[in-house]
């Protein structure tokens, strides 16, 4: 082996360092998104299915952790889940009461949160095949995925989300996190779930600020990959807005079946690359969320992310004008927020704070900056440069009469 070549040059040669031995085998993931209502009626299978399926005869010890946003709204449901669970005292085997957690984005900065999780899964027993089941919006379920994905290297996770957000995006996925060191998703780990169960009567209880910061996800993924699913949201934005049970099922079916196989074919499901191709609006709403701590829902600040990416497609003479009019027409139709205060702030030296949100997007990945712009609705285009004086524009153009950016 030359002392003298670079890895490129090693690279070239076509042969590398000669005494090694290459590992390399594949790890095949499946697991089951699941679509119910009343998941825990004593004559609902899906929770029993889900668990045993590969196991159908042995009892399987779980343990049930609940939002405590769900718990408030669902008075009944840990008694509820008790019952259903001596119902199924063939399949089930509780690991005592369920537990309840704090929910909201509030759940990710605690970091005692994740060492009482483990501190439960370790009193209980749970073993490598024992179950967690977590039934919370998105903050819940990454912080529940993250302990459960920590403690033996990975107990099988059972994720029931119930927000909208986290039924049509954010539980589905292979990912969880926890904020640490001022950092949203700071720690994590990629880990798939054993199976996801949406059950869309979970979804009664929430705020409708929620409901509908949750639809802003679907806006994203129909605009930069389905223009026939961006139609159909359009042709029923008021149903979508008010909330009607049958419009937002279909919502939230679509919605996860675009990300679902997102993840299946995109070539990089545990994101090694340098782009996040549905991370549309993205690189502004994860500053904004940080910005204004917390007090946008991710949902809204996506909203937000999406106009200026939207507008940035149009000033940069990739999307006709008339086309980026629709997406915002359809944010604004939702009732999804296209401004903040916050989205004006600027620096000592007169930047836009928002811009600070680029450079972090990229060193969230590492590699060279991707950004998702729109090429048409219904396609994604990537660039590796933004122009900051055209964010500036774009930024004032969103500005409310007397807001000033
Ligand atoms: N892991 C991933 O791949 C991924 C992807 C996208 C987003 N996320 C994360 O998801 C989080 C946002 O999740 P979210 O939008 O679901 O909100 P959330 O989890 O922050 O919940 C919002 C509020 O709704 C309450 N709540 C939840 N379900 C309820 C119900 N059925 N009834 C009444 N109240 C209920 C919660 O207690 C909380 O107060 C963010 O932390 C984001 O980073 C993760
Ligand atoms: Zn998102």
């Known amino acids: 082996m030359s002392q003298r070549l670079t890895p490129a040059e090693l690279i070239a040669d076509g042969a590398g360092p000669h005494d090694r031995i290459e590992q390399r085998f594949a790890v095949a993931f499946d697991y089951p998104v699941l679509f119910t209502r009343d998941l825990f009626a004593i004559d609902n299978h899906v929770l029993p299915w889900a668990i045993g399926r590969r196991e159908p005869n042995r009892r399987h010890r779980v343990l049930v952790v609940i939002d405590d946003g769900v718990a408030a709204g669902h008075p009944n449901l840990p008694a509820r889940i008790s019952a259903f669970a001596t119902a199924h005292a063939s399949v089930l085997d509780p690991c005592g009461a369920p537990m309840i957690v704090p929910g909201g984005e509030r759940a990710k900065h605690d970091g005692d949160l994740v060492e009482t999780l483990q501190r439960r899964m370790f009193d209980a027993h749970l073993d490598r095949q024992g179950f967690v089941i977590a039934i919370g919006g998105g903050a819940v379920l990454d912080v529940v995925g993250y302990a459960a994905a920590t403690v033996h290297r990975g107990v099988r996770l059972v994720r029931v989300p119930s927000t909208v957000l986290a039924q049509n995006d954010a539980g589905i996925g292979v990912k969880n996190g926890v904020n640490a060191f001022g950092v949203k998703n ?148 939702l009732g999804l927020p296209l401004w903040h205060p916050t989205l004006g702030e600027r620096d000592a030296h007169g930047r836009l704070r928002v811009l600070d949100g680029l450079a972090e997007f990229r060193e969230h990945l590492g590699g060279e900056l991707t950004v998702t712009l729109l090429g048409d609705i219904g396609r994604g285009v990537e660039v590796h440069a933004i122009e900051e004086a055209v964010v500036d524009a774009v930024v004032a153009g969103l500005a409310p009469a007397g807001a000033g950016a």
């Not at 802003?216 to 949201?233: C, N, P």
């Not at 946008?296 to 086309?323: F, K, N």
């Open 186 to 333: 700071f720690l994590g780990t990629f880990a798939p779930p054993w199976a996801v169960i949406d059950d869309f009567d979970l979804l009664r209880s929430l705020a409708v600020r929620d409901r509908t910061a949750g639809i802003a996800e679907a806006v994203k993924v129909a605009a930069i990959r389905d223009r026939e699913f961006f139609t159909w949201l359009t042709a029923h934005v008021s149903a979508l807005a008010t909330g009607d049970d049958a419009a937002i099922e279909v919502m939230v079916r679509r919605c996860a079946a675009l990300h679902l196989r997102h993840i299946a074919t995109s070539g990089d499901p545990f994101e090694t690359g340098s782009a996040r191709p549905l991370d549309f609006g993205h690189w502004a709403a994860h500053k904004l969320e940080a910005l204004t701590g917390g007090e946008l829902r991710h949902g809204e600040a996506v909203a937000i992310g999406i106009a200026i990416d939207t507008g940035y497609s149009v000033a940069t003479g990739q999307l006709p004008m008339s086309e980026g009019a629709r997406v915002v027409a359809l944010l604004r139709g």
